[in-house]
């Protein structure tokens, strides 16, 4: 698992988020002021200095219930509101689009452009407060000055990283399934055409040399596909032009229809609860994370306005309804992947003491050794 996919995440999540954002504040017609107030508020918590700096820490990915509860914050971080039902919708959003970014982006280093992209817009977002485009070049730069030396390898393994932390999230996008880049069951379709990665020759020739290092004969294969050549390679720099298109906004304000999100029939929600090794480090996390961010403090006289990601506040309330009961059909399903290696190692020492003692005396079995060990084991 990469140490380096927390920032990335939350760069690309959070560009989601102020897209979708975007697009509701527009269709709802909300005032220029407030939605100038909204994006500056968010982007302005987003980009501080403090907290960049505690994400760009090496660290691991943690959980989505983590993830959410920060960018829950993120987004009541000015006047807006979003009620759970609608952030749930949000979060779904956000998660499958930049999935499906990292599923499409042909080589790991292409997801450095994604991140740039939704940088670059970002920063479009702000054009107008020259103190927050000033923080999100801060970051650009930070950004670039730790995943500019990462080799292929590290790269891989970071998309690696990233697929792992998807996997279990199959939510139907209507924007995806009109576009036909979404299959029914919630799993995205990839197609077999297109430009090759940059670098790399069109599939379908095999070259065979001498020992010498010449090229003595030729012998093509079909493919299987309808690749083309490489297109040139994107500016990795501050700003630039980054060539491909993954991480651009994709909302548009004249279809609301877009942000629609639903389940697969077959898909079962599952929520990840204790035991949990990590779940110290993600409440840690999660402490020094909310910590470092700063929200916004309204005054007492400016009101407060809320954004609804559905059509309606009846479907907004049948959706809330909706999720509490399927927790309840499901329940929690704990999953353990791997033991907490201190209270092992502290379990066998508590064994083996109580083989010593037994080999010092077998004579004298005690009745009540296995109540004593799961004493320990309670307070453990």
Not at 106 to 133: C, G, Q, W
């Amino acid at each position: 698992m990469s140490m380096r996919t927390l920032p990335l995440v939350f760069i690309n999540l959070g560009g989601e988020m102020l897209y979708i954002l975007d697009q509701r504040l527009r269709a709802h017609n909300t005032s220029e002021d407030n939605s100038e107030k909204v994006m500056n508020d968010i982007v302005g918590t987003m980009f501080s200095k403090a907290f960049m700096d505690e994400l760009l820490k090496p660290q691991q990915l943690y959980s989505h219930r983590t993830m959410k509860t920060v960018l829950t914050r993120l987004a009541h971080a000015s006047i807006m509101r979003l009620n759970p039902a609608s952030m749930d919708r949000l979060y779904e959003l956000m998660v499958m689009a930049f999935k499906n970014q990292v599923f499409l982006c042909l080589r790991p280093k292409d997801l450095l452009l994604i991140s740039y992209n939704h940088m670059d817009t970002i920063r479009e977002f702000v054009k107008d407060t020259p103190m927050a485009v000033n923080q999100v070049d801060e970051t650009h730069r930070k950004i670039i000055e730790a995943y500019s030396s990462l080799s292929e390898g590290e790269l891989q393994l970071l998309r690696q990283t990233l697929l792992t932390f998807f996997q279990d999230m199959h939510v139907r996008v209507s924007l995806f399934l009109k576009d036909q880049i979404q299959n029914p069951n919630g799993r995205f379709a990839l197609t077999t055409s297109g430009p090759v990665p940059h670098g790399t020759d069109v599939p379908g020739l095999i070259r065979i040399f001498d020992c010498r290092g010449r090229e003595v004969r030729r012998r093509e294969f079909p493919s299987g596909g309808s690749y083309t050549s490489s297109i040139r390679e994107g500016s990795f720099e501050l700003h630039g032009n980054r060539v491909i298109r993954l991480g651009m906004n994709m909302y548009t304000v004249d279809h609301p229809e877009e942000t629609h999100t639903s389940r697969a029939p077959s898909v079962k929600v599952i929520t990840y609860g204790s035991p949990n090794p990590l779940a110290k480090e993600e409440l840690n996390l999660l402490a020094r994370l909310m910590g470092s961010m700063k929200t916004e403090n309204k005054p007492k006289d400016e009101s407060g306005f809320r954004i609804n990601l559905f059509n309606t506040d009846k479907e907004e309330a049948e959706a809330g309804a909706s999720a509490s009961a399927e927790e309840s059909l499901y329940g929690v399903i704990n999953i353990q992947a791997m033991q907490d290696e201190q209270a092992a190692s502290e379990l066998a020492r508590i064994a083996g003491q109580f083989e010593e003692e037994e080999e010092e005396k077998p004579e004298k079995p005690s009745n009540n050794k296995g109540e004593e060990l799961l004493a320990m084991m309670d307070d453990l």
